[in-house]
Structure formats: C-alpha cells, structure tokens
C-alpha cells in the first residue's frame, strides 16, 4: 500500500505561481510513476502531468506544457508540481498519483502516464482557485 497527501493548495491570482507537493508513504521502493490530475466542478477529471520514476522522463497535458513543470525528489518520496502563469482555468482539486506495479516496456507515450486506470493509488487533493 502506498499512502499520498498532498499539500501547497490555495487562492491566488491570474499570473501567480504555485508549488504542489506530495509526499508519498508506504511501498514506496517500487513507484514507478507519479502523476497529477485535475477535477473543476462538473468537469470529469483530467490528466496534468507525470514523472516517471526510473529516468525522471516528464509527461505533460497540452494545457499546462511550459506553465507546469513536475519534478521528484527520490530521497524524500516526493513529487513536486510547479506552477506558474497560473490562469482562471486551472482552478480545480488536484490529486496525486503512484504506480507500483512495473510499467510496461513501451510506456513512453503520454498517453500511458495520462490513463487513471495506470495508477493505483491515489490522493485527497489540494484545492486551487484562481481568481481573475
């Protein structure tokens, strides 16, 4: 079992920076991949970014690519959503993601980091709202 909390939410303004943590606990020695989702109200949830855990290979949505960077600090178990041009759109819960289980020898596409379904464990969120 691997336990996520995230934490660095919070109200800002349009143009602001922001810093996402979360902290992993548990079985952390076999992660082998680490991803941020978005949910807004009456929106279904979408994929933000990802990190591979082996390599630091990163993985981004259209949305945020040169606005959000994700980052890992392997020794304190980790990851890091960095944020900045933040933009009215970008208010939602954000939830931290891990993967346990081995990825597949050909996960180099987004598409594999961006699937829910490749995570197994999951966090409570951190709101963000952005106001205008």
């Known amino acids: 079992q691997v336990q996520l909390a995230e934490s660095g939410g919070g109200l800002v303004q349009a143009g602001d920076s922001l810093r996402l943590s979360c902290a992993a606990s548990?079985?952390?020695?076999?992660?082998?991949?680490m991803g941020w989702f978005r949910q807004a109200p009456g929106k279904e949830r979408e994929f933000v970014a990802a990190?591979?855990?082996?390599?630091?290979?990163?993985y981004y949505a259209d949305s945020v690519k040169g606005r959000f960077t994700v980052s890992r600090d392997n020794a304190k178990n980790t990851v890091h959503l960095q944020m900045t041009s933040l933009k009215p759109e970008d208010t939602a819960g954000y939830y931290c993601?891990?993967?346990?289980?081995?990825?597949?020898?050909?996960?180099?596409?987004?598409?594999?980091?961006?699937?829910?379904?490749?995570?197994?464990?999951w966090g409570l969120g951190t709101q963000v709202t952005v106001s205008s």
């Open positions: 548990g079985r952390t020695f076999s992660t082998s991949a």
């Open positions: 990190i591979r855990w082996s390599g630091g290979s990163t």
């Open positions: 993601a891990a993967r346990i289980r081995p990825l597949p020898v050909n996960a180099y596409r987004v598409s594999t980091y961006s699937a829910q379904g490749t995570y197994e464990f």
